[in-house]
């Protein structure tokens, strides 16, 4: 939900389909920019925040039309993926590992990168193995197993919690695409956020899809690691 972040809107960046059309149909502004300006046909976004840089006077991520900002990547290297599927940002996933472990793909072979979700969602069998794992290997934390686990009902974890030693024990979860493999951290994927009492929490930034979902949704607590 936007209205708690002061944000006035969302603003699509993918291809020119019938999802155009909703509620009217619109030339998507990408392809505005390119035919108006004459300029690649290229965006990126960082949604790090960008740290020590005079360049830039409001915290936050960033996003260039026409390429990339050498002064967001800095000596960071970047790699390409083939778009699979032109209606989303559609690219091709082998694996998904936790803990290094392979918890199995269950016949879902394609990611969604869509930095309009929030979270990471994945259909509801790939989160019951992730789910699985957790609670073999971690069941002695209390957040993990039972009625308060992190896994049901989205509950969260009160910040005084999570010690330094604690995100420890929590495992790295890698995803595997075309030969690249990407990491996220415990203190990427357990979000920070502050409830309505202005008490901090940590929620598990991955949830469960729809029942039936075909598709993994690559969102905010995944690309805000890259």
């Known amino acids: 939900s936007f209205q708690y972040h002061g ?4 603003m699509g960046m993918a ?3 019938s999802l155009s059309c909703v509620p009217n149909c619109i030339t998507p502004i990408m392809d ?3 035919k108006k300006y004459n300029i690649p046909d290229v965006f990126s976004m960082s949604l790090q925040l960008i740290q020590n840089n005079t360049q830039y006077n409001v915290p936050g991520g960033s996003m ?3 390429g990339h900002d050498p002064n967001v990547l800095g000596n960071s290297s970047f790699h390409y993926l083939p778009i699979t599927a032109q209606k989303y940002y559609t690219v091709d996933v082998g694996d998904v590992k936790v803990g290094g472990e392979s918890i199995g793909m ?3 072979a394609k990611a969604i ?10 259909p509801p069998a790939i989160f019951s193995n992730v789910k699985d794992w957790f609670q073999k290997n971690l069941c002695d934390l209390p957040f993990v197993c039972g009625e308060t686990s992190i896994f049901e009902n989205k509950r969260c974890i009160n910040a005084t919690l999570m010690t330094d030693e604690v995100f420890d024990r929590f495992p790295t979860i890698e995803f595997y695409f075309d030969g690249i493999k990407t990491k996220l951290p415990s203190r990427q994927y357990l979000q920070k956020q502050q409830t309505i009492s202005l008490k901090d929490v940590y929620c598990l930034g991955i949830v469960e899809g ?5 598709n993994i949704y690559l969102g905010n607590s995944f690309m805000q690691g890259f």
């Not at 990168?113 to 994945?122: K, L, R």
């Not at 729809?210 to 075909?214: F, L």
């Open 7 to 10: 944000v006035d809107g969302i």
């Open 15 to 17: 291809y020119d389909s």
């Open 32 to 34: 505005v920019f390119v």
């Open 64 to 66: 260039t039309i026409g």
């Open 106 to 108: 269950e016949g879902i």
């Open 113 to 122: 990168v869509d930095s309009g979700t929030s979270y990471i969602v994945i």
């Open 210 to 214: 729809n029942e039936g979902s075909q």
